[in-house]
């Protein structure tokens, strides 16, 4: 309740009544630039000068400390050296400031004492309950306040998209870019090192934050991953929040023992966090802002259905493949609406999508044109493309979209008008009645397949179909501190089957030989044929080394596979303590599939289903989710695969239990959320069979 | 010869001496645009108006037909009505002109009348030995000549791309946005409805022009497939071509009865056209030109590394994530350089790449960072980025890297100035001094990449291993014609055998049973076991309908299986004519791999292979090249899949013999291009064994 009430509570930071620039002076260039940008961007409430060295600061009185001010003050900006900086967090705290922007830099960015530093900061704003952004940020800007508490060379102008960038740089850059492009922001949040407020907090303050229509984001991590994907997926139900992550080529932090594990990307975490979250995500920083555009511009469109009207035949094609590629689907032309077309556009027109008007196309015919096609029903998103041609009336032709678009708000209408100097007045006029205009048809399109998908997104219940399975905890909890008491990391396969069967995972008996006797009178116990495999700690990937023997009918071969398994262990890992040989009988063959997890650093359980048997690595038919899953997760999960059409049964075959392996995937997802201390999992395979299945090899590690 | 000669010399369509425009007058708006572009453009040649209602034209003298101009003229820009078309090529003909640019629209373009039309013009041009561009295209214009002998509302600057346009329309709006971006072209080319001229002619009329240093094309399609693959080959060996083909969605003409049909994309045949003639395709009309930016005035690189040097983390980052994305080298720094950048950057500083020189850089440690960098010969690609922040120094960098560009002319440079109007007069003065700058880095990145991959285009010799079997050709043709007279298209399996083992392809004897007993003969004298195969023209997936046997070890097993056999093949084909059932000894199982082929209506026989057997259409892997094969392409085809993976043999399993199915490959891939009849084929599965191959089951149709 305490945390929830103080992260949303930003708003000393985005509308203080008062501030305190603490290291203002007249040289150096942070606080000075921070002064003068509150002065010109007209901040309304009172400004204090903090230090010790002048009685004056551009013409404002300046106190020594927070201290001597006579009156309350909600938010303080520190641009003082790093060392000096833990007592004015103190003083600031004493003071009762509500928040600080941070912008000095020395702290964990450069190094180990500097991360020091920051941790006593961060203790300190705690004890006296101060948010506090930065350190090493830029600051915020707020053109609805007006508040520019920023040391950015360029202020945005007034609108409706929130940037938050962790680069301090970037988000200069990109400011300055909005201003050359007309793309008005509401907010600009300067991250910096995120000690405190981090994309979690911001993103949730945003959600509230009327003037806000879209929420833009350049991160390069996520502090907070759990917090941040059920975050965001509130925001997300309320506003669109589209993101660029960088550093996709970092090597992941993830454990990579498993197939699992190996088989998940380092960036792939990132991607399954956002589209849990109904993140949008692009790849670049041109398409962050493009993107956004059409989002803080134009309705969330009833469907994917568009109509493309152009006076060109190329680009309308660009267009189409562009569709292709997006997932939008051209709308369909009704009898009538073509009949309509008919009456007055020329001859050689294309009457279906896309309709192309031709080149000597007038203001008059693109009004015709886009008036009977948006009055149908099959058409919820419009392009309009223009190519400035012998009679192309530009700047009417912009007047007929500006009057269009307000007899059809409801249908989101995106415009190309192509060129440079013949179509810029157009294209000013436009953008000026909040129609967005792209250089090149195929990003527009990109945007209006991006609104659907974002239309989508807002009308699903995600968390609809969570089921929760009863299942024996106990017995995975005491085996768990067994394990961990005995300071191993993998468990074996009877502990693994064993916790699979707590879990409601059938998984066949197993048994331990320690001499070929032994083995062959477990055997003759469970029943011929057997399987027999090596059982140590560190032999993970048993069948490489010949560590596994399978259809065994005789005494006599379970004799000999005992010493020939337990030979070919000790050559390879010679100095590795072989516990015995695995009796079991052996299971019929069926549809071989694989399920596992890997731990994210960021993300946590990260679930795998997939093609199994000895090929998982070679075929790569896998999908993923991140834990915890849902039914239709799941059931996602399997039919993103070929697996899927493997079970369902091709050229004639019949069909396997599939809902066993849903039930089967559904129970690992509720085991490895219930046990945070399982590092990696894989069974592989599990059988599945016309009915029901059976996980054959359960591997499972656990953290240190 | 003759045709050699004449496609090369266009000199009369972009140097001509004389001009006459066809249908000249002050009211019509094409004639009068050209006129007014010819003059403006100070083109320095005589120029004829034609046209017998006036006398004068602009103050031109005016003439009734071109056969009364009492000089030559080497050129004629026609915009008269369609149907007096046919008589204007007639006199121009007569008259000798050597080059017609044919602006008027009425053509192909609108129908079966229009099309009739446009052959008639072309057997005149053909008579008169005149080329013709057109019709319904935009015209020509030529920077250096100066000529403009279109009528586009934008005439171009000075530069050295060409830009050679299909749609007109595209083309009109792209001339508008290269002023804008201060794109330099050396010369835009039209190509309407390429009656005559297509862009196999152009391209290799710009590969002889110094003028041009890069080839753009936008294409709907190919005229002439073969020859613009083997002519565009040449192109591109000493000029780069860079091509956006649009209409990617259009559904494909081919046949798709085989594997490798179904398995085909309709788009896919371009790209492989355009990969093996060495052209760059990029899928946006903004990329196109945003590429050319740095094949326009960047030399060819040496290798793939690249430096990246920024004055901020943010974008570094996202410029080493498009490296990853399209295949760059990060620049390994090695210790002198190090050690050097050490001595002057600011101890904070990234001194691996990407070098960040951060904040506070000025322009003087942008020299000295990218002068040490560029200095090491581990370091064959620059991109420089800037992000306007306190004191960085715009104009200052910028004249930094011009000094530099000229000190290391060898090794690509490229920019990213990021931002809005902080950065503008420094990127003009960059982009003057023939330094690409992007607004965004990942676009500089990719374009180093593409540079990097045309340097590797440029320096290997793709038609050096091409292998020349011998086979019996005789066998097959007259197989063929057999076939043919019987008004038959699929071949039964002993014809497709046959023509397997004529071109050297082992493939198993196949004997046709067409009772019980004769199967069982046939079986007794082959040897146990045997497969059975239902035989009928009309049952390509036999399969699927249980319409093979395989592993019959008896006589009453042979039996049975016939009488299943016919009985199915009845009940699933009703009316189809049964030939029988073949029946051949069973082959030991082995890799099952797929060789295919399918013809496209463009380019040609596509040559497929991929993991084969009966889930060939499930698990897609496959790989594609166009006929015909060398050594290198067919080992790249086998490389590309997993197949490749499984024939060396994984987790301890032998190795298949590599060496026998690149063998099969060259030989289908002779086979389909000395016969172009066939139409699809397909050897599904081929089984690879340790030693050698077989063509388990060959499939083959010819066109009707």
């Known amino acids: 309740m305490e945390e929830a009430k103080q992260v949303r509570d930003l708003k000393p930071l985005f509308h203080p009544k008062s501030i305190a620039i603490i290291g203002a002076s007249e040289r150096g260039f942070y606080p000075t630039k921070v ?8 901040y309304g409430g009172k400004i204090f000068p903090i230090n010790p060295y002048f009685k004056n600061v551009i013409g404002l009185k300046c106190y020594p400390r927070v201290l001597d001010v006579p009156v309350d003050i909600d938010l303080g900006v520190v641009a003082v050296p790093a060392r000096i900086v833990p007592s004015i967090v103190e003083e600031s ?5 509500k928040a600080l922007i941070l912008i000095s830099s020395g702290f964990r960015e450069i190094g180990l004492e500097g991360a020091k530093l920051e941790r006593q900061i961060i203790e300190t704003c705690k004890k006296y309950n101060v948010r506090l952004l930065g350190p090493n940020c830029l600051g915020v800007v707020d053109t609805h306040s007006p508040l520019n508490a920023s040391f950015a060379p360029s202020t945005p102008v007034k609108g409706n998209i929130a940037f938050v960038s962790q680069s301090g740089a970037l988000g200069t850059a990109m400011l300055d870019w909005t201003l050359d492009q007309r793309i008005g922001l509401s907010k600009f949040i300067s991250l910096g090192n995120k000690a405190d407020l981090d994309e979690t907090d911001v993103i949730q303050a945003l959600a509230d934050d009327a003037n806000s229509k879209v929420i833009l984001l350049y991160i390069e991590g996520v502090t907070r991953g759990d917090k941040f994907v059920d975050a965001a997926l509130k925001v997300t139900k309320k506003k669109p929040v589209i993101a660029i992550k960088s550093g996709i080529t ?54 994917p259905n568009v109509a493309i009207i152009t006076n ?56 015709f044109a886009i008036e009977n096609v948006l009055e149908s ?14 009679v192309t009336e530009v700047e009417a032709t912009a007047k007929i979209l500006i009057h269009l678009k307000a007899k059809f708000p409801d249908k989101p209408l995106v415009a190309s008008f192509m060129g440079g100097n013949t179509v810029s007045e157009g294209i000013k006029m436009l953008e000026a009645a909040n129609i967005p205009n792209y250089k090149f048809p195929e990003r527009a399109i990109q945007s209006l397949a991006l609104l659907t998908t974002y239309a989508i997104h807002q009308n699903t219940n995600p968390s609809g179909d969570m089921q929760v399975f009863k299942v024996d905890r106990e017995t995975v909890k005491s085996l768990f501190e067994k394990v961990r008491k005995q300071k191993r990391l993998v468990l074996s396969a009877f502990e693994a089957n064993e916790i699979a069967n707590a879990y ?9 030989a320690t001499t070929a006797d032994q083995a062959v009178a477990i055997a003759e116990s469970v029943g011929y044929p057997v399987v027999m495999k090596v059982e140590s700690p560190n032999i993970l990937h048993k069948t490489d080394i010949g560590g596994v023997k399978l259809n065994l009918n005789s005494p006599s071969d379970v004799k000999s596979s005992f010493y020939e398994i337990i030979g070919r262990a000790h050559t390879f890992y010679p100095n590795t303590s072989i516990l015995g040989v695995n009796v079991q009988r052996m299971v019929p063959s069926g549809r071989e599939v694989i399920i596992g997890m890997t731990r994210d650093i960021t993300f946590g359980p990260l679930l795998m289903f997939g093609l199994g048997g000895i090929y998982v690595n070679f075929l790569k038919d896998v999908s993923f989710r991140l834990a915890e899953l849902t039914n239709s997760d ?44 399982i590092n990696e999992m894989d069974i592989n395979p599990l059988m599945v ?16």
Chains 1, 2 share one sequence.
């Not at 705290?93 to 400031?97: A, D, H, M, T, V």
């Not at 409601?504 to 331990?512: D, E, H, Q, Y």
Request: charged share 20%; glycine share 8%; aromatic share 6%.
């Open 35 to 42: 002064l003068q940008n509150l002065l010109r961007y007209k």
């Open 93 to 97: 705290g004493k003071k009762g400031l």
């Open 250 to 303: 970092s090597a992941g932090s993830r454990a990579v023992s498993s197939h699992t594990g190996s088989m998940a990307g380092s960036d792939l975490a990132f991607n399954l966090a956002f589209n849990k979250a109904g993140i949008i995500r692009v790849n670049t920083a041109e398409e962050l802002f493009d993107i956004a555009k059409s989002f803080s511009t134009q309705p969330v469109p009833k469907g």
């Open 312 to 367: 060109a035949g190329g680009p309308g094609v660009l267009a189409t493949d562009a569709c292709e590629k997006f997932g939008l689907k051209l709308a369909p032309m009704s009898v009538k609406t073509v009949k309509r077309l008919r009456q007055n556009l020329p001859p050689s027109s294309g009457f279906f999508n896309p309709i192309d008007i031709i080149g000597d196309a007038d203001a008059n015919r693109y009004k």
């Open 377 to 390: 029903e099959d058409v919820q998103n419009a392009l309009i493309i223009l190519t400035p041609q012998a």
């Open 504 to 512: 409601g995972i059938a998984a066949p008996s197993i048994k331990l």
């Open 634 to 677: 799941a059931m996602n999960m399997i039919k993103e695969t070929k697996a899927y059409t493997l079970l369902r049964g091709i050229r004639g075959e019949p069909s396997s239990d599939i809902n066993s392996v849903l039930d089967t995937l559904l129970r690992v997802s509720q085991l490895v959320t219930d046990f945070s201390e």
């Open 689 to 704: 069979y016309e009915k029901g299945c059976m996980a054959i090899d359960v591997k499972i590690t656990i953290k240190p």
